[in-house]
C-alpha cells in the first residue's frame, strides 16, 4: 500500500514537473534582434525617418509586435510608436532638427514576454533647410522695419512698422506666409514703429513704440481689425524699442528706450494694470534686444546699451535674472530676432556693424552653434521672426533699403 502511494506521488511530481516546463516553454521570450537603420552615429538624418530593424523570432510561434523607443537619453524610455507589427516604422510626427536622438527597440510576444534590441542606436538629424528663394519677394503689404509679427487664430501676422518717413497702422494675415489679407489699413491704435506685439488671453497685443513720441499704451483685438484700448497710460514709462513676452499667464515688457536705456521688468495679468518686476535688472540697460520662453524661463539676448551686445540672460520669476554667457559665439549685435523652435533658441541676424544672415542655435542659452554664416535671405535687421507650420519664419526688415519679402526655414 505504501509502494502504491509513493508510486502516485512520484507520477503526479512528474506530471505536475512536466506541466511546470510546459508552460515555461510556451512563454519563452522572443529571441533577439537587430536594429538596422536609421544606422548608428548617421548624421544629417531627414526629421521623419524610416526606423528599420531584424525580426525576432518567438520561439514558441508566438505573434510578435514592436515598441519604438526613441528621445535624446542614451538609455531612451520615450515610447515613440507602440504595437509595432512590421520590422520598420516611418516617423509620423517631425523630430528636431540638429538634434542626437537614440532609439531601441523592444520585441513583445502575447504572453507578456520582451526582448529588448541587441545595441541602442543613435543619430543626429540634419540641419535647418535652407531655402534659396522667399516665399513671396514682393508680400502684398509694403516694405517695412520695425514692425511686428505674431501667430494667432492659425494665421501669421504683420502690425504696422515703418517705411522710409512713414509710420504704419495696418495689419495684414496670411495663411501660408504668400498671400496677404489687410485686416485693417488704419487701425485704432497711432501710426507707429517699435512696438511690440504678444498673443496673450487669446488676443492680440500692441504695446508702446514710436508714433513721433515714445508711447505706453497698450491695445488689443480678438480678429485684428477692431482693437480696443487696454490702456492708454501703463505704469511703466513710454518707449519704444523694448521686448514682450507671454509667460507665467503674464503679459511681460523688458528694457527699451525711453529716453534712456532700460532694465527694468513689468508685468501684467490684464493688460491694463502693470506691475513692476524690477527696477534694475542684472543685465545693462538696453534696447533693441530679443527675449523669448524658453525652458521656463524668460531671456534676454544681446542689443544695444550704448555699445552692441552678445550676452544672454535668464530668469525664472521676472525679477533676478541669471547670466548665461557674457560672450555668445555670435557677434554683438542689435536689430536681431529670437524664436523658440525645435526645442532650442533662435537668433537671425542683425546689426553687428554691418547687417547679417546668419542664424545661431541654442539648447542651453550658453553654448551656440551656427546654423549658417549666410542664408539665402539679404543680411538685415529690424525684421521680425515666427514659428508658424512647422517652420521657422523671417518677414521683412532693413538691409539698406525696407523689405516686404517672406521667408522660411523648416
Known sequence: MKKSILILFTVLLTTISCSKNDDELANRTPETFNLIGATNGATSVGLMPNFIWTAATDPDGDPVTYDLY??????????????????????EERLFSTNQYYWKVVA???????????????????NLNFPNAPVTANAAFSERSSHATAVFDNKLWVIGGRINGIRKNDVWFSTDGSTWTQATDNAAFSERHSHTTAVFDNKLWVIGGWD??????????????????????????????????????????????????????????????????????????RESHTTAVFDNKLWVIGGNDGSRKNDVWFSTDGSTWAQATDNAAFSKRWGHTTAVFDN???????????????????????????????????????????????????????????????????
Not at 376 to 395: E, M, P, Q, Y
Open 108 to 126: 513583445k510576444d502575447n504572453k507578456g514576454n520582451a526582448t529588448e534590441s541587441e545595441d541602442t542606436y543613435s543619430f543626429t538629424t540634419r
Open 212 to 285: 513721433g513720441g515714445n508711447k505706453n499704451d497698450v491695445w488689443y483685438s480678438t480678429d485684428g481689425s477692431t482693437w480696443t484700448q487696454a490702456t492708454d497710460n501703463a505704469a511703466f514709462l513710454e518707449r519704444r524699442n523694448h521686448a514682450t513676452a507671454v509667460f507665467d499667464n503674464k503679459l511681460w515688457v523688458i528694457g527699451g528706450n525711453d529716453g534712456i536705456r532700460k532694465n527694468d521688468v513689468w508685468y501684467s495679468t490684464d493688460g491694463s494694470t502693470w506691475a513692476q518686476a524690477t527696477a534694475n535688472a542684472a543685465f545693462s540697460g
Open 344 to 410: 532650442k533658441l533662435w537668433v537671425i541676424g542683425g546689426n553687428d556693424g554691418i547687417r547679417k544672415n546668419d542664424v545661431w542655435y541654442s539648447t542651453d542659452g550658453s553654448t551656440w552653434a551656427q546654423a549658417t554664416a549666410n542664408a539665402a535671405f539679404s543680411g538685415r535687421s529690424s525684421h521680425t521672426a515666427a514659428v508658424f507650420d512647422n517652420k521657422l519664419w523671417v518677414i521683412g526688415g532693413f538691409d539698406g533699403d525696407r523689405k516686404n519679402d517672406v521667408w522660411y526655414m523648416d
Open 70 to 91: 526613441l528621445d535624446s537619453n542614451e538609455n531612451p524610455t520615450t515610447l515613440f510608436a507602440g504595437d509595432i507589427s512590421t520590422t520598420s516604422y516611418q516617423a
